[in-house]
């Protein structure tokens, strides 16, 4: 019997605010450690963008969150980065902590403050979306990313399928075996934090085939779906991270979706 009964702890996303948002939610986020991702998904984020963007063209991290990513982008990439975030708490973090990138800038109601109309030469969007409730407010994002890049530029949305739910991962699960999620239901999904205990989280449950549909609706064309597995990880990953954990769930059934398009 699943516990989607069960609600999550006060930072984890509570029916008065979205995931992630307030001090306690910017925090929060702050101490997970988010191992399988560093695996599966943002060196795939960064293998995309390094093909398609040079050093000194902008990058947008969209949904920077506290900018470890969107740090780690402008040192690997020497791109100019800038995160995009709606939770001024998650800017602070970010300003504080991510030394290499440029600047940052506040979503307010659904449009990026400070940054005009195609003005990216690239955006990455990484963990964003299942934190949003409806079809709408994801089409909202895909819309306003669509704005800040420049014609044929490139986008690249990292995200966790929830058809992987149930199953253990390094760092994370989502929602409870053996269930199934309909679109867009909320979904309890755990993340471990650095000190070995696990943060819970109401997110939603966005099939990763819904973001082509939407991506061509917001005049994105070319939209490509990856799926990283541990095979690949060689490739691009730090081979010390591949050797330090056997990655068993990751190897069985790879849980992250790399989407890529390009702004018509
Ligand atoms: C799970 S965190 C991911 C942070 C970062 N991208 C990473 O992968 O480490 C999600 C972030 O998205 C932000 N966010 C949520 N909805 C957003 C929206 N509509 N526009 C921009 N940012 C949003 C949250 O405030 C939070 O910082």
Redesign the pocket.
């Known amino acids: 019997m699943s516990d989607r009964s069960q609600q999550p702890g006060p930072s984890g996303g509570t029916p008065e605010g979205?995931?992630?948002?307030g001090r306690e939610g910017a925090q929060a986020?702050a101490a997970v450690e988010?191992a399988t991702?560093w695996l599966l998904g943002y060196p795939f984020v960064l293998r995309e963008l390094a093909g398609r963007i040079g050093a000194g063209q902008v990058l947008v991290?969209?949904?920077?969150?506290?900018g470890?990513?969107a740090d780690h982008a402008a040192r690997v990439l020497g791109a100019r980065v800038l995160g995009?975030?709606?939770?001024p708490q998650?800017l602070e973090l970010a300003r504080a902590s991510a030394t290499a990138v440029a600047g940052f800038h506040l979503?307010e109601n659904?449009r990026v403050t400070g940054l005009p109309d195609g003005c990216a030469d690239a955006v990455m969007c990484?963990?964003?979306l299942a934190?949003?409730p409806t079809q709408d407010?994801l089409l909202g994002?895909f819309t306003e990313i669509r704005r800040l890049l420049r014609p044929h530029a490139p986008f690249v949305l990292l995200t966790t399928d929830p058809a992987c739910s149930g199953t253990e991962y390094a760092s994370l699960r989502i929602g409870e075996p053996g269930e199934a999620y309909a679109p867009g239901e909320e979904v309890t999904v755990r993340l471990r934090r650095t000190d070995g205990t696990w943060q819970r989280m109401r997110n939603h449950a966005w099939p990763v085939g819904l973001y082509p549909v939407l991506l061509e609706r917001a005049r994105f064309r070319d939209v490509v779906q990856h799926r990283p597995s541990v095979q690949e990880v060689l490739t691009v990953a730090a081979p010390d991270l591949v050797a330090a954990r056997p990655w068993s769930a990751e190897r069985a059934r790879p849980p992250l979706v790399v989407t890529t398009a390009v702004a018509a």
């Open positions: 979205p995931a992630w948002s986020f988010a991702d991290d969209y949904g920077c969150g506290p470890r990513v995009a975030d709606t939770s998650m979503v659904g990484n963990h964003v934190s949003l407010a994002v």
